[in-house]
């Protein structure tokens, strides 16, 4: 999975132990052309906004940097020209500044082989009154010594000199990577683009591409053309309406893959392409029925979850996905390849004679071994041809293969246990590593899994566990976070999840304990954040979104509230108004809670401390009617079943809102101490979704509850799901009527405060329904 510089283990790497030589650049000379300008230039910024690195020297002075500057490297080096013209492209598209690659004596930017800088990708930039050098022993250091150089310069002020310093620099962990899950839904591979350049902006240096699992097949097998002919393509439910496609899928061409490798090695990024098996089959067994167990061709899935098809672990499969490898490793030159080996259900082995009969054959005292095997073929013949196998941490179960690489993402537990038996170990756990988790519970977020993972998570995550001894911590490669992508129809969802949660991983990853400081990365960050806006990127500004709180009992009682506003990060100044416009630096700072009279319109925006925005403005209207209101993230569950999702209306369509909670395993949510003195009536808004959800054995969890009317029935409960019935309606026919339903009712329930229980009584196998609004009403509804 990674190139040679990868074989290095990296686990734990001290600032101390990087040696460098001393290297000072001298550029006595400007040309005449570059002194034209005599204006006098900003000062330069303070190093506390220059991104975190291993070691970092401050100096006097400062260097100026303008156009038709040189960029010198030595003769014949590619890389290092390589690294030279990334630069100056970057310093073109952000500073307007145009540097020439070479073509001088005496370069304001010099680019210098050092055998004395230690480690495979590490470098030292110096910046002096004479100049800039980056020094390094292989291409990756002088590429990630050029990163720096040009974070540094985009960290002061436009037009500013660059400050003078020395830094020493060099990775903790030799993985520093990130997943993308093409086969649930795809990019294009100008989206992919813009995914690697962020990589290597923020030095993560692989690419996981998942390109197999049952909702598709995304890489082109010449062998055997059906695999995208038939299982690239499914058929989602209801296509064709409502903004769903009539179908959904694609591959990428062999061209395609080839030019996003090259893109990626030439920017020091693996791209390590994983083959799901032998569960994660279905559009190869729907493509090519004989892969199967039971011999008969599947459907595509079009279900989130876990599906129960799986791979025959027969002589004849391995040598067909043997052919598949030999076109896999053609086109991926990563020493890595995955085979995946999750969630491998393996109910169709056991309910067959003849993969029965083949595992006694073998010797093999069950069915984990059986896999265990299937794995050991296909990570042998990998291994024949100079490549290691990968595999997620359920390959633990039958045996290791050979030298194979243990993924943990069950936790932490599964790299514990390999890295005590020797193997290599990468961290990815869930859900502290999944971008598909949520980034705040937020009623504007958009889709993901529950519970939420902040930006303050992921950068307190340790990859290192505490449970291993010394000799075992030199097998942690490193770590990477997953996006997965079943709830990430559009790469607007993706960016939304990965940024700027992304330059929290490159820190945890790059950085040594010691050195990283959660409130340092927040001082640096509003830098980030301008690159992010620069370049285009969508990212998300969740960690600084104002939450403006109030009093709801005193409103309700009183029309007068205290209202509090803060955000997740706890950074930047709050500025609010209370006038309907939009929050600008010069509005009110909010320094305490502060009185409102109802009804009042507060809005606010975080600022950082150069005046930047942090985020957009959020607006919160108080009133009667919003009080008396829930939406479909502030229901809690009924007891018993804390799991839910943030999902989209359907699966494949590609807009950001609306959102809806979805408690997967038992229908039925609370409203707690819901305020009813003077209530009369009730209304409640549904939206029906599509039940695409494989669950295999968790199937057993759901609860049905009984129904008197074919459709079931909307039950609201007083006083808990046990209580007396307040009212409730029967659901219509679902292939008869729209998805939003509405549904409205007097009440008489009794004064004061009372848990309502909203309980669906719908068929477990039919399409499933989540609370859009639910309403509490002065007068009762007309009918």
């Known amino acids: 999975m990674r190139r040679r510089l990868l074989l290095i ?184 683009r813009t995914l690697i350049e962020q990589m290597a902006e923020h030095k993560l240096n692989v690419l996981h591409w998942h390109l197999t699992d049952d909702q598709g097949w995304r890489l082109p097998i010449r062998r055997y053309p059906e695999l995208t002919r038939i299982g690239a393509w499914r058929t989602p439910p209801d296509a064709g309406h409502d903004g769903e496609p009539a179908r959904y899928g694609g591959f990428y061409t062999r061209a395609q893959i080839r030019a996003l490798v090259a893109y990626a090695a030439a920017r020091h990024i693996t791209v390590v392409p994983e083959i799901d098996l032998p569960g994660h089959a279905t559009a190869a067994v729907a493509s090519y029925p004989r892969l199967g167990v039971t011999g008969k061709r599947p459907k595509v899935s079009v ?53 029965q009969a083949q595992r006694r054959r073998l010797g093999l005292a069950s069915d984990d071994d059986l896999q265990g095997w299937f794995m050991d073929q296909l990570g042998s013949y990998l291994d024949a041809h100079g490549r290691r196998m990968i595999g997620w941490d359920e390959i633990l179960e039958g045996g290791v293969p050979g030298d194979a690489v243990v993924m943990s993402w069950r936790g932490s537990k599964g790299a514990v246990e390999a890295a005590g038996k020797g193997h290599d170990v990468i961290l990815s756990p869930a859900p502290d590593l999944y971008f598909d988790q949520l980034q705040s519970d937020r009623a504007d977020e958009t889709t993901g899994r529950i519970p939420v993972k902040s930006l303050a998570d992921i950068y307190a995550f340790e990859p290192v566990p505490k449970a291993l001894d010394a000799a075992e911590v030199v097998h942690v490669l490193g770590a990477q976070a997953n996006v997965w992508t079943e709830h990430m129809p559009s790469f607007a969802h993706v960016e939304h999840a990965v940024f700027p949660r992304l330059d929290a991983l490159a820190e945890a990853t790059w950085t040594v304990p010691a050195r990283r400081d959660w409130h340092d990365f927040l001082a640096r960050l509003p830098a980030q954040l301008a690159r992010y806006r620069a ?61 409102v009279a109802l009804p009042a319109t507060v ?4 600022y950082a401390d150069d005046g930047s925005v942090l985020g957009a403005p959020r607006v919160r209207v108080i009133d009667r009617i919003s009080l008396l ?27 950001l809102s609306p959102v809806y909670e979805l408690p997967l395993f038992n229908a039925c949510q609370q409203w707690a101490d819901a305020p009813l003195d003077g209530i ?67 009440i008489t329930p009794p ?12 068929p477990t196998d039919g399409p499933l329904y989540v609370f859009d609004r639910v309403q509490l009403l002065d007068a009762a509804p007309m009918p």
């Open 9 to 192: 283990r990296i686990a734990l790497l001290a600032a101390a132990a990087i040696a460098v030589g001393a290297c000072a650049p001298s550029v006595a000379d400007r040309p005449a052309a570059n002194a034209v300008n005599t204006a006098p230039l900003p000062a330069a910024a303070p190093l506390s906004l220059i991104p975190q690195v291993a070691s970092l020297q401050p100096a006097s002075g400062s260097f100026p940097l303008r156009s038709g500057d040189a960029l010198g490297v030595p003769p014949g080096d590619a890389g290092a020209a390589d690294a030279a013209r990334w630069l100056a492209d970057h310093v073109r598209s952000s500073r307007g500044l145009a540097l020439v690659v070479g073509g001088e004596a005496k370069p304001a930017i010099r680019f210098t082989r050092d055998t004395g800088v230690a480690g495979d990708e590490a470098y030292r930039l110096t910046i002096t009154t004479a100049g800039v050098e980056v020094r390094a022993r292989t291409d990756a250091g002088l590429f990630y010594g050029a990163v720096t150089l040009w974070q540094v310069l985009t960290s002061v002020p436009s037009g500013a000199p660059l400050p003078a310093l020395a830094i020493d620099d060099a990775p903790r962990f030799a993985w520093r990577g990130l997943m993308l899950d093409s086969a649930r839904h795809m990019q294009t591979p100008d989206e992919i």
């Open 629 to 655: 209101a829930r939406g479909t993230t502030d229901l809690a569950n009924c007891p018993g079943s804390p799991f839910r999702l943030r999902v989209q209306p359907l699966p494949d369509v590609t807009s």
């Open 303 to 355: 279900d989130w979850g876990v599906n129960t098809t799986l791979y025959n672990p027969s002589p004849a499969t391995v040598r067909f996905m043997e052919h598949v490898l030999d076109e896999v490793m053609a086109l991926f030159p990563s020493h890595y390849i995955h085979l995946g080996g999750d969630e491998a259900v393996k109910d169709q082995w056991q309910a067959s004679p003849a993969v």
């Open 535 to 595: 370049a285009g990127i969508g990212y998300a500004d969740s960690a600084f979104a104002p939450d403006i709180a109030v009093d709801a009992d005193a409103a309700l009682a009183t029309g007068h509230t205290r209202v509090t506003i803060s955000n997740q990060a706890r950074f930047g100044t709050l500025h609010y108004t209370l006038d309907g416009s939009d929050p600008d630096a010069h509005a009110p700072v909010y320094t305490a809670p502060f009185n």
């Open 680 to 746: 009369h009536g009730l209304h409640v808004a549904l939206q029906r979704l599509p039940n695409n959800y494989a669950l295999a054995h968790e199937a057993k969890l759901v609860v049905q509850r009984p129904s008197a009317t074919p459709f079931g029935e909307l039950v609201v409960h007083l006083d808990g799901c046990e209580g007396a019935v307040l009212t409730q309606w029967n659901l219509p026919d679902p292939a008869r009527t729209r998805r939003s339903l509405a549904f409205d009712a007097a």
């Open 603 to 606: 809005r606010a925006a975080a």
């Open 751 to 762: 004064p004061g405060r009372h848990t309502l229980c909203f309980a669906l009584t719908a």
